[in-house]
């Protein structure tokens, strides 16, 4: 059960990542882009 309960977060965890990507309006991706450029271990890792 523990295993599975993981397995749904990390799931949601990458599902939220490429909605943000995705439906970002792009002066939000202009101000963040050099964040992640910055920081991209910590993005990533959450």
Same mark, same amino acid.
Request: charged share 20%; no cysteine; aromatic share 4%.
């Given at each position: 059960m523990k295993k599975a309960s993981n397995f749904i977060i990390l799931l949601l965890m990458i599902i939220h990542t490429i909605i943000l990507v995705?439906?970002? =309006?792009?002066?939000?991706? $202009? !101000?963040? $882009? =050099? &964040?992640? !450029?910055? &920081? =991209?271990? !910590? $993005?990533?890792?959450?």
């Amino acid at each position: 059960m523990k295993k599975a309960s993981n397995f749904i977060i990390l799931l949601l965890m990458i599902i939220h990542t490429i909605i943000l990507v995705v439906h970002l =309006p792009n002066r939000q991706q $202009k !101000r963040i $882009k =050099p &964040i992640m !450029r910055g &920081i =991209p271990v !910590r $993005k990533m890792t959450f």
